[in-house]
């Protein structure tokens, strides 16, 4: 089983619609989550963190289930500058002497005018 | 600010030729990572440096090398390039990783440079 997986996608939404992807982990004793975004032939940028709480940001929440070990990600009333590869980042087990950081595969999103 | 920023951007290798990607920050990070990104495989971490001066193995090093003479700068050194090396490089830097940061987005937060296109024929 992949440290980290995501569904890959591609998921096409009519734009203003809600859409929703999750990504799961197989390390219980991950530490901390995050979400990043992708444009295509660019560079991950931090989207938002992913508290146990859950935290919102604008049209963007972000959740965290331990006992299933997932996290999601809810959009919006999306944009079609939503577009972009969705990418899950995990902290997993005590690795260099620090954390390690786990890159999931991506979520490909289209938002269709 | 120029953030993180990568020389060249496209690059296509013979098998066999060498070459070095630069990374800058101007952000004064302790942190520096290379990554590949390939399709289906996301993002493997090849070496890190937690400092100027050391440098580490990340999940793929095998085939190249890394070098950090000054904080604002690494790079990544393929010897003798082969085909399995063509990919998209990603340098990247933070603050730092781990708890030391006063927000948890401070702690973890990588800034990404624009990546390198790299074909090997």
């Known amino acids: 089983r992949k440290e980290v997986e995501q569904d890959p996608g591609p998921f096409n939404v009519p734009e203003g619609a809600t859409v929703a992807f999750n990504c799961t982990y197989s390390?219980?004793?991950?530490?901390?989550f995050f979400w990043y975004r992708q444009d295509c032939r660019k560079e991950p940028k931090l989207l938002m963190s992913?508290?146990?709480s859950g935290n919102e940001d604008g049209r963007f929440t972000a959740q965290l289930n331990r006992a299933s070990q997932y996290i999601s990600l809810l959009i919006r009333d999306s944009k079609l500058s939503d577009s972009a590869t969705y990418l899950c980042?995990?902290?997993?087990?005590?690795?260099?002497?620090?954390?390690?950081?786990?890159f999931g595969t991506g979520t490909r999103l289209t938002i269709i005018p | 600010n120029a953030g993180v920023t990568q020389t060249p951007k496209f690059r296509v290798l013979k098998t066999g030729q060498s070459m070095t990607l630069l990374c800058a920050q101007d952000?004064?990070?302790?942190?520096m990572y290379w990554y590949r990104q390939d399709p289906g495989m996301g993002l493997r971490l090849i070496h890190y440096?937690?400092?100027?001066?050391?440098?580490a193995k990340g999940e793929v090093p095998d085939g190249y090398n890394v070098s950090r003479l000054k904080k604002q700068n690494f790079l990544l050194g393929l010897e003798s390039a082969a085909p399995s090396q063509t990919s998209v490089y990603f340098c990247?830097?933070?603050?730092?990783?781990?708890?030391?940061?006063?927000?948890?987005?401070?702690?973890?937060?990588?800034?990404f440079g624009p990546g390198t296109r790299l074909t090997v024929t």
């Open positions: 390390n219980s004793a991950s530490q901390s």
């Open positions: 992913v508290y146990s």
């Open positions: 440096s937690v400092g100027e001066g050391t440098t």
């Open positions: 990247a830097s933070s603050y730092h990783l781990g708890t030391s940061g006063p927000t948890l987005r401070q702690s973890y937060e990588q800034y």
């Open positions: 980042v995990v902290i997993g087990s005590f690795n260099f002497g620090n954390e390690k950081l786990t």
């Open positions: 952000m004064n990070h302790e942190y």
